[in-house]
């Protein structure tokens, strides 16, 4: 599993979706419901600047890639 938090909140976007897509138990407005109360919440935690996704681009994929908070000391001149 290359990105677990992603999958995570996949597998519970499906779930939700089978709950709310029953007309028996949700109505028929379930599938509105899924799209305003999980789609779209869901689609924005995973595609944030801070997201699961935050590392990958179109030609490359990274997990758990960020720009690091401080510059390591092999990017900086040593104080003599």
Known sequence: MVHPVASAR???????WQ???DPAT???TGPSVWHRDHLDPCMRELRASTGPFA???RGEHQVDHRMP???PSAWSRAED
Not at 10 to 16: E, G, S
């Open 19 to 21: 709950e709310l897509t």
């Open 10 to 16: 996949l597998h519970a976007l499906w779930l939700a």
């Open 69 to 71: 908070g401080i510059v």
């Open 55 to 57: 590392g990958c681009t």
């Open 26 to 28: 949700c109505g028929y």
